[in-house]
Structure formats: structure tokens, C-alpha cells
């Protein structure tokens, strides 16, 4: 991996009638106290299948970083999940945000059927972990907007010498009011957005690691 010079990290606005989300929030935090001298660019997404990609794809045109880690929320997870694959799927549960619901829809209908992540996703896991802070291995990132921006984000970079990919986090204890969700504090969340950027920005951070998931 090339020198980094400029990091993008992106979370989502609030969805579902919810009054926040967690991956936005942690990432304002984030940039509220980032000291590095690698600039950092952060943006929160529209939830719109149509919005989202686009957004992401003209930021990096924009700003040409060599680290993109894009987030989202995991509502119901207890633990930060970094996604390892991106599918060529668009099932929506709910409408997102402009009214739109795909019902098994290709995100891109010329494109593969997955991309895979291009964030060293055990090694973060494995870091997140000696620190105290759940964390997990997610296999996909779902069908629904998150999971469209991570394969966009994905075919954007392909073939470049950009390190990308996609990590969940859970609901913060405020979005998790009244409900049966696990929640993870936004101090901890973003703390786990700082470190998952200093194992992407570490060459042993290459190094692969046994795991894996049977079911």
C-alpha cells in the first residue's frame, strides 16, 4: 500500500424514524478529535440506494484517498462488525430514506456477484478485541444500503491501489431506548473507528489470520 495521504470515513444519516444513527455520530466524534497529519474527510450518506453510491464515488473522485472505510449501523449486533464481502444485491426490508424498496434487484446488473473487502477485516477484529471492545467477523454486509455502498465503493476502487471497505457498528444506548437491542457507547464506537484506521495503516496488518465462520 502506497503512502496514505488523505483517509475518507463515512457513516449514514438517521433512518427508520430513528432520531440518529451510530455510525454518523461516531464518525463526527472521530473527526472532532483526529490529530494526525493524514487528512482526514468525512461525510455522512444519504440511506437512498440512489444517493448513497453516488456520493461516495464523487468523494473520492473529489478527494482522491487512499484509505476509504465507509460505515453503517447494525441495529440488534453487540459488536463492531467489519464486512467481508459486498454481494450484487438489492433486497430491501424497508424503504430507504427517498421511498425506494428494491425487491431482489442487482445493485449493478453488469456487475460480479461480490466484491470482497479490501480492509485487512481479521486483523482489525483481532486489534478491536485486545482492546476490550466487541468485535466480530461479518461475512456480508446485508442487502440493503449498506450493502449497496460497500459493493459500489468496492468496484470504484477495483484495480486501483485504494484500501476500502466496509465496517458496522452497533446502536448507541440512546438509539437503543426502548428496545431489545445490545448497544455499544459512541465513545467506544468511535474509539474502534480510530484503531480499525491505524491497523489499515500498518504493513503487518497483511499478515493473514486463521478464522472463519462454519454456519
Not at 432520531?19 to 464518525?27: K, P
Not at 480492509?119 to 477484529?125: E, N, R
Not at 478485541?129 to 461475512?139: F, K, N, V
Not at 442487502?143 to 458496522?168: E, K, P, Q
Request: net charge negative; hydrophobic share 45%; with cysteine.
Amino acid at each position: 500500500m502506497p503512502r496514505v495521504s488523505t483517509i475518507l470515513l463515512t457513516g449514514f444519516e438517521a433512518f427508520d424514524g430513528a432520531a440518529s444513527n451510530s455510525s454518523g455520530d461516531a464518525v463526527a466524534l472521530v473527526a472532532s478529535r483526529w490529530s494526525s497529519p493524514i487528512r482526514l474527510v468525512t461525510a455522512v450518506l444519504p440511506v437512498a440506494f440512489d444517493g448513497a453510491p453516488q456520493l461516495i464515488g464523487s468523494l473520492i473522485a473529489e478527494h482522491r484517498p487512499e484509505l476509504v472505510i465507509a460505515t453503517g449501523l447494525a441495529n440488534g449486533r453487540p459488536a463492531i462488525t467489519p464486512e467481508r464481502l459486498a454481494i450484487n444485491l438489492a433486497d430491501a426490508r424497508i424503504p430507504d430514506n427517498a421511498g425506494a424498496q428494491p425487491l431482489d434487484e442487482p445493485v449493478d446488473e453488469a456487475g460480479p456477484a461480490a466484491y470482497f473487502s479490501g480492509l485487512p477485516v481479521k486483523a482489525i477484529v483481532a486489534r478491536l478485541a485486545a482492546e476490550g471492545i466487541p468485535s466480530t467477523l461479518s461475512q456480508t454486509a446485508g442487502t440493503f444500503v449498506c450493502n449497496a455502498v460497500m459493493y459500489s465503493l468496492m468496484r470504484t476502487v477495483a484495480g486501483t491501489h485504494v484500501r476500502a471497505g466496509f465496517i458496522h457498528v452497533p446502536s448507541s444506548p440512546e438509539l437503543a431506548v426502548g428496545t431489545a437491542h445490545p448497544s455499544v457507547p459512541i465513545e467506544t464506537i468511535a474509539r474502534a473507528l480510530e484503531l480499525a484506521i491505524e491497523v489499515c495503516l500498518e504493513p503487518e496488518s497483511l499478515e493473514r489470520i486463521r478464522g472463519g465462520a462454519e454456519y
